[in-house]
């Protein structure tokens, strides 16, 4: 387990010196069991509208699809975007993502098809390392944005950490050789 500890620490966090970006991706996180945003996909949402009227990028991708409820994470993360004033035209979705090895495959896709190459991806602190030895395997050029949380102090629950140096491990072990992405 400490070698996982280890690869999160220097796992990379950006392939360009890039400061702007055809769009800002934000990873999933469930909504919850009503439909409605959760603290953590409100961070994720809140960050990434700061990034795009900061010019960071002229368009938001917003991943997820409904792997922990009947709820698309990106169409809910998406509807909040629009309740902050984001223009539905600088909006996409991919809905079909229940991980992030999809997120980011998915995301690729995406991009490739509308011609983009190079995004910002905002996700939680904690869930970045492992999004970055993901995205280090895309075709995209990118670095990642840590939204910070909505409640000061509030950097990701001990759960939330401990949760994902697990799916690391999982992911150095197993799912990085099996679950491949083919943009």
């Not at 070698?3 to 990873?27: C, G, K, Q």
């Not at 999933?28 to 990028?57: C, F, H, I, Q």
Request: net charge negative; glycine share 6%.
């Amino acid at each position: 387990m400490g070698w996982t500890v280890i690869a999160r620490r220097v796992a990379p966090v950006m392939n360009t010196s890039r400061d702007h970006f055809d769009a800002i991706i934000v990873l999933g996180t469930p909504a919850d069991r009503d439909g409605n945003p959760t603290p953590k996909e409100l961070s994720r949402v809140t960050e990434a509208v700061r990034e795009y009227e900061r010019g960071v990028a002229p368009r938001l991708l917003f991943t997820g699809g409904p792997a922990h409820n009947q709820f698309a994470e990106a169409e809910v993360m998406a509807a909040a975007a629009a309740a902050q004033g984001i223009p539905p035209s600088s909006i996409f979705v991919e809905t079909a993502a229940t991980d992030t090895i999809q997120n980011a495959c998915n995301s690729a896709r995406l991009m490739q098809a509308h011609g983009w190459h190079a995004a910002e991806v905002v996700s939680s602190a904690y869930h970045l390392p492992r999004a970055g030895m993901i995205f280090s395997r895309t075709p995209l050029e990118w670095r990642l944005h840590a939204a910070p949380p909505m409640q000061p102090g509030a950097s990701g629950s001990e759960t939330d950490s401990a949760l994902e140096i697990l799916k690391t491990m999982r992911y150095l072990l197993y799912a990085r050789w099996t679950e491949t992405c083919q943009p």
